[in-house]
């Protein structure tokens, strides 16, 4: 059974430029979940996705979008890159609402902002 | 506003030592709570969940204990060995949401 994909594993850009990174959920997973993780800040939660609708958002700008598909496939968004969005991107499934599974994580898109 | 701590932030072990690794929570009402391991330059690997109905998790040489009431979970790794080396990460689940609240993590060295 595949794990969790990510896309691309990683990505350089440049400041104001904007980018778009993907994430296959496990096979039957609908719930997908996205996290930011930096040497300061650690892990801190993006959005939660379940069914194609945005269940929870963090404490982000709106430069930070996301959707989900109806294979459950998401994409996250972010516009007018920063140099402090350089980061690792993690992005999460699991079965979804009230169940007892575990998240599985992909290995991340790593961002780097020149 | 959950919080999350890990103690110690770090630790450097001889192979064979029995480990406690701690993680203290401020709000008790979560769904469960989940463990996992990060290797340098790597996603996150699920260890263990421990659901708020539970008192212990095991899985091989790693055991998770968790007191709701309390706000604390300890993970416990016995007979370490130098591939347990990594970032430990405790995350409780708030009730009604998928997502996760991270510790900030232990950085475990286990030396032969």
């Known amino acids: 059974k595949a794990g969790v994909t990510q896309t691309p594993r990683y990505l350089i850009k440049t400041r104001g430029q904007q980018v778009t990174l993907s994430c296959s959920p496990i096979s039957g997973h609908r719930s997908v979940s996205w996290y930011q993780q930096t040497p300061g800040q650690g892990l801190q939660f993006l959005f939660e996705y379940f069914s194609e609708t945005q269940r929870n958002k963090g404490n982000f700008p709106g430069r930070f979008s996301g959707r989900q598909f109806s294979n459950s496939r998401s994409e996250m968004n972010v516009s007018t890159l920063e140099l402090g969005d350089s980061a690792l991107y993690l992005c999460a499934s699991s079965l979804g609402q009230g169940d007892n599974q575990p998240q599985h994580f992909g290995d991340g898109t790593r961002l780097s902002i020149l | 506003k959950q919080e999350v701590t890990q103690i110690p932030a770090a630790l450097s072990v001889p192979e064979g030592e029995n480990l406690v690794l701690n993680c203290s929570f401020t709000d008790s009402a979560i769904y469960n709570l989940q463990w996992f391991r990060q290797d340098p330059g790597k996603g996150l690997t699920s260890l263990l969940l421990?659901?708020?109905?539970?008192r212990e998790q095991t899985s091989g040489r790693l055991n998770a204990s968790l007191d709701k009431s309390s706000g604390r979970s300890t993970l416990y790794i016995a007979a370490s060995q130098p591939g347990d080396s990594a970032t430990y990460l405790c995350?409780?689940?708030?009730?009604?949401?998928?997502?996760?609240?991270f510790g900030t993590g232990t950085r475990l060295q286990v030396f032969p």
């Open positions: 421990i659901q708020s109905s539970q």
């Open positions: 995350a409780p689940r708030p009730q009604g949401t998928d997502k996760l609240i």
